[in-house]
């Protein structure tokens, strides 16, 4: 919180920092910057916010570090009033996000993150082939690239096996896609070329969609930069809500 806020501008960066720290499990540092005035904050306006946090956790989810900025708002005025902040209009906001290895693969194997992994379904000569996730660990290495390990279901023809793979790709850059360099069975019977393009192929329909959306949040990762045991992930996202930490 700069000491050149505004008093109001205080009030209410004060009262978004007291509301992080009751929301989640865990913080370290917080640091948030309302920039309004006044007039602007009984009309329900602000010229944006500014959000840093080091080390906050919620869910059994660790962020080493997030930087989050958005452009000017429009709010419920009353909702203030009441500690909640209800946007009347979406707000567009860019992220910075630090991730450690370490830090992903404990969120990978916590309830909520296991929860949320999805189940792929695709066809392989007119029969579908299903894919799911049993156990996944992420490798972040030397020269920008990522190396997943792990276990999943393959439910092929009315029969399920399970299967190990190693599979290392190069990260999403604003100039690239995402690029699959290899993946390998290191356990089971194997997966059929045929299974192995039609996944590839789904993969790539997937992460070259132009954008994602979860829990009221549009969202597109625009630069994925590895660096041994690190990764930072430059965010664009626009907020129909504000979300629940």
């Known amino acids: 919180m700069s000491q050149e806020q505004r008093i109001e501008e205080q009030m209410l960066s004060h009262e978004a920092e007291k509301q992080i720290f009751q929301q989640v499990d865990k913080v370290e540092k ?13 009309q329900g306006q602000a010229d944006g916010v500014s959000f840093e946090a080091q080390g906050l956790v919620k869910q059994d989810i660790r ?12 709010i419920n005025p009353l909702s203030v009033l ?27 194997t916590s309830k909520f993150v296991r929860s949320k992994m999805p189940n792929f ?13 049993q156990e996944i660990q992420i490798h972040l290495l030397d020269g920008g690239k990522i190396e997943f390990t792990g276990k ?8 399920t096996r399970s299967i190990s793979f190693t599979a290392q790709v190069c990260p999403r850059t604003q100039d690239k896609p995402i690029m699959l360099e290899s993946f390998q069975c290191t356990e089971g019977e194997g997966i059929s ?6 996944l590839i192929q789904k993969v790539k ?41």
């Open 63 to 74: 962020v080493q570090e997030i930087k989050l900025k958005t452009d000017s708002i429009d």
């Open 82 to 108: 009441f500690g909640q902040i209800e946007l009347n209009q979406p707000v567009n906001t860019t992220a910075r996000i630090i991730l450690t290895e370490a830090d992903i693969n404990h969120a990978l």
């Open 30 to 42: 917080v640091d948030v910057d309302v920039q309004t005035d006044l007039l602007k904050l009984f």
């Open 152 to 159: 999943v279901l393959l439910k092929e023809k009315g029969n």
């Open 121 to 133: 379904e695709f066809s392989v000569d007119g029969e579908i082939v299903g894919l799911q996730p």
């Open 205 to 245: 329909e997937l992460v070259n969609l132009p954008y994602y959306e979860y829990d009221k949040t549009v969202f597109r990762i625009r630069n994925m930069d590895v660096e041994k045991s690190k990764i930072t992930l430059l965010v664009d996202a626009r907020l129909k809500e504000i979300p629940s930490l």
């Open 193 to 198: 070329l045929e299974v192995v393009a039609a």
